[in-house]
């Protein structure tokens, strides 16, 4: 006889008359807070979106900086980065195109893209698809003569796809400097890529030797070529290490910005 009221309630009325702990109010509050909390969550992922993706830009910014030797602590990177110019390059041809803005041309996008990006049988970089296009920059001096051109790099290593630039004299040869700016390796030994000392045994080797032949090596020996084409090994990280011998020369050789070099040294860039 107790619960004929309740029976006589409506579904709203009889939720709100049972007990605080009841089986019902605890799931419908569980889920309450979980729909709440998942929206605040999107709302700020939302809201932050345009401001992560301009630190992505900043920081990919300031790491060309750094590989051609112009970065400075507490500089603006939009002002200093001003001085490159950047050209979209069709790989296969190695020459500019005007197909894309190279402001605002996403290589790694453009490299999901099946109509921008071809799928590779021969993948010794290990990133599956290469895109058909990719931004460079190109450093130039005060009278307009090229001083520098920095390229985009990519590739496996143990864990992670390493992501980074390497840039080269004038002459397309002559390594100036490599810098990684995105990957996952392991803290302490592939993560040393990042480390200063090992980033400054990049500077001054080649590319390639007077016969046009790829030389550049990343090994624990020095390979029959000579030290000008060789860069040590990291320590306990053999892996890591093959992975950034592979990925340079992929994109250093004719699959990569080989084109584009023989275009720089003939002097058509």
């Known amino acids: 006889m107790s619960d004929a009221p309740n029976q006589n309630k409506g579904p709203i009325a009889r939720f709100l008359a049972a007990p605080p ?9 569980a889920v309450s807070l979980c729909l709440v909390a998942s929206m605040i969550v999107s709302a ?4 932050l979106r345009p401001l992560q993706e301009q630190n992505k ?3 990919k910014q300031a790491n060309v900086l750094q590989v051609a030797g112009l970065f400075e602590p507490g500089m603006d990177v939009l002002e200093g980065f001003s001085v490159f ?20 041309f996403d290589d790694r996008a453009a490299a999901a893209d099946p109509e921008l990006s071809v799928r590779l049988s021969d993948d010794p ?15 130039r001096n005060d009278d307009g003569s090229l001083d520098k051109v920095i390229l985009p790099i990519h590739g496996y290593g143990l864990w992670s796809t390493l992501y980074g630039f390497i840039a080269l004299e004038e002459n397309g040869n002559d390594i100036f400097g490599l810098q990684f700016y995105d990957h996952g390796e ?49 320590a306990g990280a ?15 050789g004719e699959a990569g910005f080989g084109p584009f070099l023989e275009n720089l040294k003939s002097g058509g860039i």
């Open 57 to 59: 830009l900043k920081d």
């Open 125 to 139: 970089a290990g990133i599956g698809r290469q895109t058909k296009f990719a931004t460079v920059y190109l450093l």
């Open 85 to 104: 110019e950047p050209q979209v390059v069709e790989l296969e041809t190695g020459t500019f195109t005007d197909a894309f803005d190279a402001a605002t």
């Open 186 to 234: 392991t803290p302490g030994l592939g993560a040393e890529v990042d480390n200063p000392r090992w980033k400054t045994l990049w500077g001054g080797k080649k590319l390639a030797d007077e016969d046009g032949s790829l030389q550049i090596t990343v090994a624990k020996s020095v390979p029959p070529a000579g030290v000008d084409y060789h860069v040590d090994a990291l």
């Open 238 to 252: 053999t892996l890591t290490s093959v992975g950034v011998d592979n990925l340079v020369r992929f994109w250093m």
């Open 21 to 29: 702990d009841s089986v019902g109010k605890t799931v419908f509050i």
């Open 44 to 47: 700020v992922s939302v809201a």
